[in-house]
């Protein structure tokens, strides 16, 4: 099936991954909010991700005599080590036994008793720039919490691996979920700090409360170039074609489609066993800790591997790449069973559901949310921290003759 093929060659496209030495994440400037925290009982809203070179945030606090109280776990746990959508547990944490306590287990926000004697919250986790990875709404819980108990918040900036383009569409209300909490694209191009300025500033938080919040910037962060993590973003999201190819994958997540758990490749291949156009064959198994029950689990899936597409295609397009979404529907048979209840949260919205079901080219699917990117744009200008891109630095998306 033509659509399915990957694009004609285009040659190498030569794109930026900025290095660490080079991009000064906020927690790596301790002189920026060491004083903010001296004295105080502090709390961290931590995972794997949040290290200061080799050295994790809580270890550098304590050597530095902070007075680490409480630390608060989002969705994969404190070690980025649980498979996603399944519960966190409560631990403790090192020789001092710090209290570790889930948010995405029995509850997704800190209660004001977990947060009692608490003076300041410090939020340091890396994002992956997407509407439905949930540590955006962790930290939006995270901010109305301190909001509703009196407690400055103070966000540790990390660059976004996807900021550089804005695209997909804007969440409609009666849609929100953890997967998605506010009226923005599925790809919005903020860092995390810039994001919590937006919802505090547009009073997305509950009874539009204000939470006090301070965000430590980045050094020598350009939006238009790719920094790609160090760590792994999560379980499943841990190499850079992983997380470029991501915000047009995920929505595969409802459908009946692969995206690769339980196998070396997840969020680089998609398929279904039977799959009769595919090239690839993967047979997803249980991985602890990574995807312990994946679907099609010891079956033989037939599909497509997009790691090449990912490194010659992706970072130019600048957008979500639908074709896939659009071509599978296409080819599979029982079409009633393909879209579940969960896509409509990933997609915040019915409509592409609706758009995909009625063979609208994605070309008009696309159309169909520029007005809602242009209003959304103009909300976002009001809480850049850095330089927007300039329209003249953002490639034309490829015309694409064949897919």
Not at 278 to 301: A, D, I, L
């Amino acid at each position: 099936m033509k659509n399915l093929v990957l694009p004609c060659l285009i040659g190498l496209i030569l794109w930026a991954n900025i290095s660490n030495a080079q991009v000064k994440t906020a927690a790596e400037q301790t002189n920026l909010y060491l004083p903010l925290l001296k004295g105080k009982k502090v709390a961290l809203v931590v995972n794997n991700s949040s290290c200061i070179g080799q050295i994790h945030l809580i270890d550098s606090l304590l050597s530095l005599k902070i007075k680490v109280a409480k630390i608060f776990a989002p969705e994969h746990g404190l070690k980025g080590n649980v498979s996603a959508g399944d519960k966190v547990s409560n631990e403790v944490y090192g020789k001092s036994k710090i209290p570790v306590i889930s948010l995405y287990g029995e509850k997704k926000k800190p209660t004001t008793e977990d947060l009692k004697g608490i003076e300041v919250v410090v939020f340091d986790i890396q994002d992956a720039g997407v509407r439905f990875f949930t540590y955006i709404s962790t930290m939006s819980y995270v901010m109305e919490a301190c909001a509703e108990n009196n407690i400055p918040l103070i966000v540790l900036d990390r660059p976004n691996p996807n900021g550089y383009y804005v695209d997909g569409p804007v969440l409609k209300k009666e849609f929100a979920s953890f997967v998605g909490l506010h009226p923005v694209p599925v790809v919005y191009g903020m860092t995390i700090g810039e994001y919590a300025k937006m919802v505090n500033g547009e009073g997305w938080l509950k009874n539009q409360i204000l939470c006090d919040l301070k965000v430590i910037p980045l050094s020598n962060y350009r939006r238009e170039e790719i920094y790609i993590p160090v760590q792994a973003l999560s379980p499943n999201l841990r190499t850079r074609e992983a997380i470029l190819l991501y915000p047009s994958l995920c929505f595969f997540e409802g459908t009946p489609i692969s995206v690769g758990r339980g196998t070396e490749y997840p969020f680089e291949v998609i398929g279904f066993p039977g799959f009769r156009q595919g090239s690839f064959s993967f047979t997803p198994v249980s991985v602890q800790g990574v995807s312990e029950n994946p679907p099609y689990m010891n079956k033989e899936c037939t599909g497509f591997h997009l790691h090449d597409f990912a490194e010659e295609f992706i970072p130019a397009f600048r957008g979500l790449y639908l074709f896939w979404l659009k071509d599978f529907y296409d080819a599979y048979e029982e079409k009633d069973k393909f879209f579940n209840p969960f896509f409509d949260k990933l997609a915040g919205t019915d409509e592409l559901r609706k758009q995909i079901i009625s063979g609208m080219e994605v070309d008009m699917i696309r159309k169909s949310w520029e007005l809602d990117i242009i209003k959304f744009l103009e909300i976002r200008k009001k809480y850049l921290i850095y330089p927007d891109i300039q329209a003249s630095s953002v490639p034309v998306p490829l015309q694409i003759q064949q897919r």
